[in-house]
């Protein structure tokens, strides 16, 4: 798994289970916000507002990533980055829920290591880098911000992972762009589940 997937799901894991209770949807999407992002970095994926293009290339050399790269280039149309990250919450916890039973794999980050740097991006977020900074703006987006921040409230804990993707300059655009979309996802399910209550 690579390094934003990975500190994402650890630091979700850091307070608790995973996923952390009462929060699979939740996690799902953060999830796969942190897939899009990974194959975005790692030349991958082609995205924009409305759409998201699978770009030809050998495998990454993560088999989560790559599965879900084989499950996007396999649609018959492409599709927003709202509709993948909605479209694959759930595989994307399942297939990771495999990999995260407590006993993370040789070098992995442990739950509590994740959840330090992911705090420290937020202050460093230059010397941290893209992968911690997101994982940090991830959980904020993903409404996951007391397990990494139990101290703040949900706003400032935004407002401070906002900050730090801001201080990435431009390699934090795409950050922004997908926090966005896994935040307006999560908005109109819950409004969804509102509705239909």
């Given at each position: 798994m690579t390094s934003t997937p990975l500190l994402f799901a650890l630091c979700a894991t850091a307070r608790g289970p995973f996923p952390p209770r009462r929060r699979e949807t939740e996690t799902g999407l953060g999830l796969v916000g942190a897939l899009l992002l990974q194959g975005a970095l790692a030349g991958r994926l082609e995205l924009s507002r409305d759409?998201?293009?699978?770009?030809?290339?050998?495998?990454?050399?993560?088999?989560?990533?790559?599965?879900?790269?084989?499950?996007?280039?396999?649609?018959?149309?492409?599709?927003?980055?709202?509709?993948?990250?909605?479209?694959?919450?759930?595989?994307?916890?399942?297939?990771?829920?495999?990999?995260?039973?407590?006993?993370?794999?040789?070098?992995?980050?442990?739950?509590?290591?994740?959840?330090?740097?992911?705090?420290?991006?937020?202050?460093?977020?230059?010397?941290?880098?893209?992968?911690?900074?997101?994982?940090?703006?991830?959980?904020?987006?993903?409404?996951?911000?007391?397990?990494?921040?139990?101290?703040?409230?949900?706003?400032s804990a935004g407002r401070r992972t906002a900050r730090a993707v801001a201080g990435l300059g431009p390699a934090g655009e795409p950050v922004a762009r997908i926090s966005a979309t896994v935040s307006e996802t999560l908005s109109s399910a819950r409004a969804a589940l509102t509705f239909s209550g």
């Amino acid at each position: 798994m690579t390094s934003t997937p990975l500190l994402f799901a650890l630091c979700a894991t850091a307070r608790g289970p995973f996923p952390p209770r009462r929060r699979e949807t939740e996690t799902g999407l953060g999830l796969v916000g942190a897939l899009l992002l990974q194959g975005a970095l790692a030349g991958r994926l082609e995205l924009s507002r409305d759409r998201v293009l699978v770009l030809r290339g050998e495998g990454t050399g993560d088999a989560v990533l790559d599965e879900a790269l084989q499950r996007m280039g396999a649609a018959a149309r492409e599709r927003a980055p709202a509709a993948w990250v909605e479209r694959l919450g759930p595989w994307a916890l399942e297939r990771l829920r495999t990999g995260l039973d407590g006993r993370p794999a040789a070098g992995a980050l442990l739950p509590d290591q994740a959840w330090r740097l992911v705090r420290e991006a937020v202050e460093h977020p230059a010397r941290l880098g893209v992968p911690a900074v997101a994982a940090a703006e991830l959980l904020t987006a993903a409404g996951l911000a007391r397990i990494g921040w139990p101290e703040m409230s949900a706003a400032s804990a935004g407002r401070r992972t906002a900050r730090a993707v801001a201080g990435l300059g431009p390699a934090g655009e795409p950050v922004a762009r997908i926090s966005a979309t896994v935040s307006e996802t999560l908005s109109s399910a819950r409004a969804a589940l509102t509705f239909s209550g």
